[in-house]
């Protein structure tokens, strides 16, 4: 139980710079969008789209072949020759964009900005470079400097954006800012963005330091065959985070106006499952080297159970946070125009589908600890197949609440697909009866509410009810896992 105490800590730490980019990113595009046209800023938003797939291949899976091999081999040669490795690559995939940066505006769309293209590049490279001394510091469990530089990046990031787009306006008539270009635009956010991004490295200056120029083929070898069924595993991954809202206007039969509306509606109420992406985001930031080091522990796999426990008995609480106050987000996300209230039914939906997501996480510890890499992949296009199926079957029927469902089923058949075959390579004696029955109360509180909130009962006493429905899935969780949370307290194993 200590260490899962500790591993809840080290999330809440790894939590905070999550939150903060989050919600600092939200108050930079409320910003961006009172200053940019929507043109304009579509291109930032297409640049932006593109560097998560990027950042999936400049990385080919070694911040978790670093958590794996480090088990196994001497730590300080494992992080010089990934860093090597990494170094030499980034370099190399940085050069091919710069070289083809041409063709790459064509397909982004972005009107022959080769410049964009060109900071995008060093974006992804100074990100790539801090991918092993960010993975050094989970891995040693130092999720306080984790978080401390994350914030720092941010705050540098904000900060920059601000007086290229704010302070340098005010003094284009200075020699001293001569070199400011007004027409230049929103490549000034790319600037700031890798500026930032550059700060990050110098910030990580101990972990850099530590690295020297020695390199194991042989280790390399091992790490390259691990790590390569990973870059599968992302862009599948990325397919079916992403592939609904890519593909709804073109599978959509409504008219090009009325896709955009409903995609927009589609876009709002998709964004409203942050707070559940947020806390299995922050989660896996703890989880996937604690896993590793608990893997040569006796215990480790009743340590897997208990935490995967603990995982869905939260997870069913922030579900209800967000699926019992819908009229809450309705405020938020209706400021602008009230049509957005009308995807809300679909927030249950996807909340719920990303707790199946987070479970699949929990899970999927059985092939990078059996060294079934490829069998993971298996599992995550099977999940992007039935994404891609549903979608454009369902989208030009169902709207989005058809791509809702899709996104619900793909997760779904991922977490069980996961499980089943957990238990044949790495069994782990998962409690599922205990962690069925939290995922079946809190969506069966939600459903009761639901039904009261179509009676139409006034809107104190519906979220009185709310209130109720999270004291009761509280209540019932204190009760069954009593004896588990007064050992926790108690700091016994």
Same mark, same amino acid.
């Given at each position: 139980m200590g260490s899962i105490k500790?591993?809840?800590?080290?999330?809440?730490?790894?939590?905070?710079?999550?939150? +903060?980019?989050?919600?600092?990113?939200?108050?930079?595009?409320?910003?961006? @969008? !009172?200053?940019?046209?929507?043109?304009?800023?579509?291109?930032?938003?297409?640049?932006? =789209?593109?560097?998560?797939?990027?950042?999936?291949?400049?990385?080919?899976g070694l911040e978790t072949s670093y958590f794996r091999f480090v088990q196994q081999t001497d730590k300080t040669k494992l992080y010089n020759t990934l860093c090597i490795s990494m170094l030499a690559s980034t370099s190399v995939l940085t050069l091919l964009i710069f070289a083809g940066a041409g063709p790459l505006t064509d397909f982004l769309e972005i009107e022959g900005r080769t410049d964009y293209v060109i900071y995008m590049g060093w974006i992804v490279f100074f990100d790539t470079l801090a991918t092993l001394p960010f993975a050094k510091l989970r891995q040693e469990g130092r999720p306080r400097k984790y978080a401390l530089v994350k914030v720092l990046t941010i705050v540098s990031q904000i900060l920059l954006t601000i007086f290229f787009l704010v302070i340098c306006p005010k003094f284009t008539g200075n020699p001293l800012f001569a070199w400011y270009d007004m027409s230049f635009g929103v490549g000034y956010i790319l600037i700031a963005n890798m500026l930032a991004s550059f700060l990050a490295l110098v910030f990580l200056y101990r972990e850099l330091a530590a690295f020297r120029w020695t390199f194991d083929k042989a280790l390399w070898n091992d790490v390259m065959r691990y790590s390569m069924p990973l870059v599968i595993v992302g862009f599948g991954g990325m397919i079916n985070e992403m592939l609904s809202r890519l593909v709804y206007t073109k599978v959509s039969m409504l008219p090009a106006k009325e896709k955009l509306r409903e995609l927009g509606i589609f876009g709002a109420n998709y964004k409203l499952a942050v707070?559940?992406?947020?806390?299995?985001? =922050?989660? $896996?930031?703890? +989880?996937?080297?604690?896993?590793?080091?608990?893997?040569?522990?006796?215990? =480790?796999?009743?340590? &897997? +159970? $208990? %935490?995967?426990k603990f995982f869905t008995l939260t997870c069913g609480a922030v579900f209800l946070v967000v699926s019992l106050f819908l009229d809450v987000w309705k405020v938020l996300i209706t400021r602008k125009d009230p049509a957005y209230a009308e995807g809300l039914n679909i927030v249950p939906i996807l909340t719920m589908g990303t707790v199946f997501l987070g479970i699949y996480?929990?899970?999927?510890? /059985? &092939?990078?600890? @059996?060294? $079934?890499?490829?069998?993971? !992949?298996? *599992? @995550?296009?099977?999940? !992007? %197949? *039935?994404? *891609?199926?549903?979608?454009?079957? /369902?989208i030009p029927y169902f709207s989005y609440t058809g791509s809702a469902w899709a996104t619900f089923i793909c997760y779904a058949f991922m977490m069980v697909a996961s499980y089943l075959l957990g238990q044949k390579y790495y069994p782990v004696p998962y409690n599922v009866p205990r962690v069925l029955f939290y995922l079946?109360?809190? =969506?069966?509180?939600?459903?009761v509410h639901h039904? *009261? $909130?179509s009676l139409q009962p006034g809107i104190w006493i519906v979220h009185a009810c709310g209130v109720a429905g999270l004291g009761i899935y509280g209540a019932v969780v204190l009760w069954m896992e009593r004896a588990d949370f007064r050992r926790l307290l108690l700091r016994k194993a």
């Amino acid at each position: 139980m200590g260490s899962i105490k500790k591993l809840a800590g080290q999330t809440i730490w790894y939590g905070l710079p999550t939150i +903060a980019a989050r919600f600092l990113g939200f108050i930079l595009q409320l910003f961006f @969008t !009172a200053v940019f046209a929507p043109e304009k800023f579509g291109v930032i938003t297409q640049i932006y =789209a593109f560097i998560p797939f990027l950042n999936i291949i400049f990385t080919y899976g070694l911040e978790t072949s670093y958590f794996r091999f480090v088990q196994q081999t001497d730590k300080t040669k494992l992080y010089n020759t990934l860093c090597i490795s990494m170094l030499a690559s980034t370099s190399v995939l940085t050069l091919l964009i710069f070289a083809g940066a041409g063709p790459l505006t064509d397909f982004l769309e972005i009107e022959g900005r080769t410049d964009y293209v060109i900071y995008m590049g060093w974006i992804v490279f100074f990100d790539t470079l801090a991918t092993l001394p960010f993975a050094k510091l989970r891995q040693e469990g130092r999720p306080r400097k984790y978080a401390l530089v994350k914030v720092l990046t941010i705050v540098s990031q904000i900060l920059l954006t601000i007086f290229f787009l704010v302070i340098c306006p005010k003094f284009t008539g200075n020699p001293l800012f001569a070199w400011y270009d007004m027409s230049f635009g929103v490549g000034y956010i790319l600037i700031a963005n890798m500026l930032a991004s550059f700060l990050a490295l110098v910030f990580l200056y101990r972990e850099l330091a530590a690295f020297r120029w020695t390199f194991d083929k042989a280790l390399w070898n091992d790490v390259m065959r691990y790590s390569m069924p990973l870059v599968i595993v992302g862009f599948g991954g990325m397919i079916n985070e992403m592939l609904s809202r890519l593909v709804y206007t073109k599978v959509s039969m409504l008219p090009a106006k009325e896709k955009l509306r409903e995609l927009g509606i589609f876009g709002a109420n998709y964004k409203l499952a942050v707070l559940i992406t947020i806390f299995i985001q =922050a989660f $896996r930031m703890g +989880a996937e080297p604690f896993f590793f080091n608990q893997s040569k522990n006796e215990d =480790a796999r009743f340590t &897997y +159970a $208990r %935490v995967m426990k603990f995982f869905t008995l939260t997870c069913g609480a922030v579900f209800l946070v967000v699926s019992l106050f819908l009229d809450v987000w309705k405020v938020l996300i209706t400021r602008k125009d009230p049509a957005y209230a009308e995807g809300l039914n679909i927030v249950p939906i996807l909340t719920m589908g990303t707790v199946f997501l987070g479970i699949y996480y929990n899970l999927s510890i /059985w &092939y990078k600890l @059996t060294n $079934r890499n490829l069998t993971g !992949a298996y *599992i @995550t296009l099977g999940g !992007a %197949v *039935i994404t *891609i199926l549903l979608n454009i079957w /369902w989208i030009p029927y169902f709207s989005y609440t058809g791509s809702a469902w899709a996104t619900f089923i793909c997760y779904a058949f991922m977490m069980v697909a996961s499980y089943l075959l957990g238990q044949k390579y790495y069994p782990v004696p998962y409690n599922v009866p205990r962690v069925l029955f939290y995922l079946a109360l809190a =969506a069966g509180i939600y459903l009761v509410h639901h039904y *009261i $909130r179509s009676l139409q009962p006034g809107i104190w006493i519906v979220h009185a009810c709310g209130v109720a429905g999270l004291g009761i899935y509280g209540a019932v969780v204190l009760w069954m896992e009593r004896a588990d949370f007064r050992r926790l307290l108690l700091r016994k194993a």
